[in-house]
């Protein structure tokens, strides 16, 4: 890499940084995830804002193509990768254990209520909606678009279930103990479907792509050896880390972090989404007895918020840079995304709710907290424009669909649970 690259690249890098850390501030000034100042701050600094005022300077600063355009994706794609192993890490099968006879509806209906209408509104009008180019067969973009239905957000969740303070109550276990399943269900269907995708341009013909039943026996395969021989290796591994003395929690971070990469390069190269296997790696690590100790936990929870300031936003940040709201901006569809996804997540997460025990009070707070998308919905989104399973502007209404689902999430909870005390103290990253 020549010198003018370098430093091309490192502009470009400090612009998106500089912008992510300004609109998370922002954010969290005003009670919301640092995730969604993010993304607007992209809109602000890209296509929608800046390149109005100052037409070119967008493609100039973060252009697409060449070697610039190909190091910012990168980089994107490192980002992601990172974000979902923290998501994967969020989650602590053991600590859901006692709500499990209440979240089991929850987490059933949650997800097959959206998924059915997501699925249904793109089989029933896939024109409207923007199918993509990929040569997958009818079924695949249906299956996608119930799966960004059917997705939660985890970290807005437990963000927003802290602020308001109900994380520690059983609401709280309940609403998590649910969004996990339906996350986990959600990407294990988007990454099988994903595996059919041909993709315009490779020379591949629909033929030559496994049938659903060969992607899903890969899926089946990859989780037994990550959950059995997994997480033996990375509890070795842990365990030879903390004999590192006062290196030890930066060690095991380390552990965590190729580990996670390691699992991430693997599912990619057997057709499996990079972000997927992350994710699960995450999952796989976070209940390792030896991460609860605390320089450890205090030590991956210093990682992760580094993450946050300095990596995370590369990812986010650039989801709005392409987008021009007064151009590519569907009001039409945008509604109709939203509406229904809203619908199809309150209903689901509320009937099942309701079905596991809750009043109809709290029934319909659990399904509005199952409703915010954030960070997950764009994420689902991206990959599957970059799969050209849908359209520009399906991805730019589900960007607004993210973002609208995750503002709106405290805000119902506080009126559906009026004894609900707002906290001083701002949501985290």
Do not use: Y
Request: glycine fraction near 12%; hydrophobic fraction near 60%.
């Amino acid at each position: 890499m020549n010198a003018i690259i370098l430093l091309h690249v490192a502009c470009a890098v400090a612009a998106l940084i500089a912008a992510g850390h300004v609109g998370g501030f922002l954010a969290r000034r005003v009670r919301q995830p640092a995730v969604i100042g993010e993304i607007v701050a992209g809109f602000v600094i890209g296509r929608t804002g800046l390149w109005h005022a100052w037409p070119g300077i967008e493609d100039w600063l973060f252009p697409v193509g060449g070697p610039v355009g190909a190091d910012l994706a990168r980089l994107g794609q490192f980002a992601l990768i990172a974000f979902m192993i923290a998501a994967g890490l969020e989650v602590r099968w053991s600590r859901m254990r006692g709500s499990l006879r209440a979240s089991i509806p929850v987490a059933i209906a949650g997800f097959a209520v959206p998924f059915a209408i997501g699925a249904g509104a793109a089989w029933w009008a896939p024109a409207f909606f923007g199918v993509g180019a990929g040569d997958a067969g009818p079924a695949v973009f249906p299956m996608v678009l119930g799966s960004a239905f059917a997705m939660s957000a985890l970290p807005v969740i437990a963000r927003t279930l802290q602020e308001l303070g109900l994380l520690a109550l059983p609401f709280g276990a309940t609403v998590m103990t649910a969004a996990i399943f339906q996350d986990v269900a959600g990407w294990l269907v988007f990454a099988a479907v994903l595996g059919l995708v041909v993709l315009p341009g490779t020379g591949a013909s629909p033929e030559q792509v496994p049938g659903l039943p060969w992607v899903l026996l890969d899926m089946v395969l990859v989780i037994a050896v990550l959950f059995t021989v997994g997480r033996r290796v990375f509890a070795a591994v842990v365990g030879i880390s903390r004999r590192g003395g006062p290196a030890a929690g930066t060690a095991v971070v380390a552990a965590i972090g190729t580990l996670g990469l390691m699992v991430a390069v693997i599912t990619n190269a057997i057709g499996i989404h990079a972000a997927v296997g992350a994710l699960l790696a995450g999952i796989a690590m976070s209940d390792t007895p030896a991460l609860a100790e605390p320089p450890i936990a205090a030590a991956i929870g210093n990682a992760v918020a580094w993450c946050g300031r300095w990596v995370f936003p590369l990812f986010f940040v650039a989801i709005g840079l392409r987008v021009d709201a007064f151009v590519d901006g569907d009001p039409a569809l945008d509604a109709a995304v939203i509406a229904l996804a809203c619908a199809g997540k309150c209903i689901g997460g509320g009937v099942g709710a309701r079905l596991g025990g809750q009043a109809w009070r709290e029934a319909w707070a659990v399904g509005a907290a199952l409703n915010a998308r954030g960070a997950m919905g764009i994420v689902i989104a991206q990959v599957a424009w970059n799969h050209q399973v849908i359209s520009w502007r399906l991805f730019v209404a589900l960007v607004a669909m993210a973002v609208a689902t995750s503002v709106i999430a405290g805000p119902i909870l506080r009126a559906l649970l009026p004894g609900t005390r707002q906290q001083t103290k701002a949501p985290a990253v």
